[in-house]
């Protein structure tokens, strides 16, 4: 899995690449360890180029959704594949995580 | 043995109150001037000198001493230096000993030779003190080189054959984990009358963290279950066993009164909270009225069950909901259908259909669920055994990436002739 960081204005985005599971937890707390560092007060998790993502995987995103609204900062979900938008449907992720298919969208749901 | 074979000459008795820093060095020469004349100038420059008057000699003094340098003349009655070169290169205890080859000569045809037969170096006979001295110490150099290496390999040797006895014992106390966890899991067969139970389960490691019941709850009920643990390893493995524990059917009647599922999952979801390191359950929990076939189920983040009946496609029993620890609060609804006789229901883990080909496309619910349809004239295990393959096949490979479980439960028809069909 590669990770990429970009900052915009409004917070930061990560642009992962590969698979987001058990096995590759580290790589994802280390980028979003960082951008905590840097007082990122949304923080935006791109899931375009994630084909899968697992039970690990999934409560990884939503440890680090409730480690974010304890520092009154958001995690947001950004364009996620299909199969993983049902795995993620089927565990009701969007009601703790917002999900968005346009990253302007996103940028602006925390400005708003 | 001569007697100068064994004995040491010049100052070892002096240096032996630092007997880690005075090399020993094996002169191994037949020609008794040569051999005193060469010990003597060794022995001046401070190291302790071991006389041998022949090859054989020679052999079985270096293989007591272990001497850090072997001096050997070339020229020798019997076995010569570099036929004694050879002798030492094949003897597992010397093999890697530091060979300085003695000679009269030296020609690139002779060097050659004696560098192929197992010499290090070569000394010429007629050598200046300062090359003596520099040649023994470039030997020496290296002879102390080899050893600690020969010392690191055994220290590592003997940490490998620890850290794999350690492993043994690791690998037997999670074997018998595991079986006491498979002890747990519920015996094929028929658990009640009128229902006929098939499982196959594949932890991804040898302890696996989803585990599953089917369990009579009173002469009416039969209570369903499966358990899917995030994470792996034996972390996920006790998780794991302690929910099945807060399953089980009487610890369940006693705190709740009953097994209906939507209190089943909001008992557990309020003691099982997300961990501090995301780890957490889905669980999907099921009642089953035995007189009527009417089944109550409510799910927590799990992928669900199939409902495959005869006459219809098989259909998914799951609706959203949060995993177990997600949101505190959360509260999970019951759903409920009527089973009639020959309908077969399955409760399974993700590990089962999220395994990837070589290319990395997963095998997916629609080709898991095409198994079952079309597995379903075939026997219950039969069918649960097809989906193992198929998945296997797909992947290309027998062990799954998580753990892979498939619980079948099919009515064989109800004790008083209840189950309509």
Request: proline share 5%; glycine share 8%; net charge negative.
């Amino acid at each position: 899995m590669q990770i990429k960081e970009r900052t915009a204005t409004q917070g930061i985005i990560l642009d992962v690449e590969g698979d987001l599971t058990y096995a590759n937890q580290g790589v994802f707390k280390a980028a979003v360890e960082k951008a905590k560092q840097t007082g990122c007060r949304h923080l935006i998790v791109n899931l375009e180029q994630v084909r899968f993502v697992d039970s690990a995987g999934l409560g990884l995103l939503v440890l680090v959704s409730q480690s974010f609204k304890q520092l009154q900062a958001q995690v947001s979900i950004l364009k996620p594949q299909s199969y993983v938008r049902e795995i993620m449907s089927l565990a009701n992720i969007p009601k703790l995580i917002p999900i968005f298919e346009r990253e302007e969208d996103a940028l602006m749901a925390r400005a708003a | 043995m001569n007697s100068n074979a064994m004995q040491p000459t010049g100052q070892a008795a002096d240096l032996s109150v630092q007997p880690a820093l005075v090399a020993t060095i094996l002169l191994v020469e037949d020609e008794p001037v040569t051999r005193a004349s060469m010990a003597a100038r060794l022995t001046r420059l401070g190291y302790r000198v071991l006389e041998a008057e022949n090859g054989r000699v020679g052999l079985d003094v270096a293989r007591r001493e272990r001497p850090d340098l072997l001096v050997v003349d070339w020229m020798m009655p019997e076995m010569d230096g570099p036929t004694f070169c050879e002798a030492v290169r094949r003897d597992p205890l010397l093999k890697s000993s530091q060979l300085l080859l003695m000679t009269a000569h030296d020609q690139p045809a002779q060097i050659a030779e004696g560098l192929v037969r197992g010499a290090d170096d070569f000394l010429s006979k007629s050598a200046s003190k300062q090359e003596i001295t520099a040649r023994v110490l470039a030997g020496l150099r290296t002879s102390r080189l080899v050893r600690e290496l020969e010392t690191t390999g055994d220290e590592l040797k003997s940490s490998m054959l620890l850290l794999e006895k350690k492993q043994a014992e690791t690998e037997a106390d999670l074997q018998t984990a595991a079986t006491f966890v498979q002890s747990l899991l519920p015996p094929q067969g028929s658990p009640v009358h009128g229902i006929a139970l098939a499982w196959e389960y594949q932890p991804s490691l040898t302890l696996g963290g989803d585990l599953f019941g089917v369990m009579a709850i009173d002469e009416d009920h039969l209570g369903l279950y499966i358990l899917d643990a995030s994470g792996h390893g034996v972390a996920a493995a006790l998780r794991s066993a302690s929910l099945m524990t807060f399953l089980r059917g009487e610890n369940i009647l006693q705190l709740l009164g009953s097994y209906d599922p939507e209190k089943v999952l909001f008992e557990a979801n309020r003691r099982f909270p997300l961990s501090a390191d995301g780890d957490y359950f889905t669980l999907w929990v099921g009642q089953l009225h035995l007189p009527t076939g009417s089944l109550t189920y409510a799910s927590a983040g799990h992928p669900g069950a199939l409902l495959s009946s005869a006459q219809s496609p098989s259909r998914w029993l799951t609706r959203s909901s949060f995993p177990l620890g997600f949101d505190p609060s959360a509260r999970f609804t019951n759903d409920r259908l009527g089973l009639k006789s020959a309908d077969r229901l399955f409760l399974f883990s993700d590990g089962i259909y999220e395994v990837p080909s070589p290319s990395g496309e997963l095998w997916g619910r629609d080709r898991f669920q095409g198994v079952i349809d079309a597995e379903k004239q075939t026997s219950l295990s039969a069918t649960i055994a097809a989906c193992f393959s198929k998945a296997r096949g797909w992947q290309q490979a027998h062990h799954f990436p998580d753990d892979a479980a498939v619980v079948g439960i099919e009515l064989t028809g109800g004790p008083k002739g209840t189950f309509n069909g």
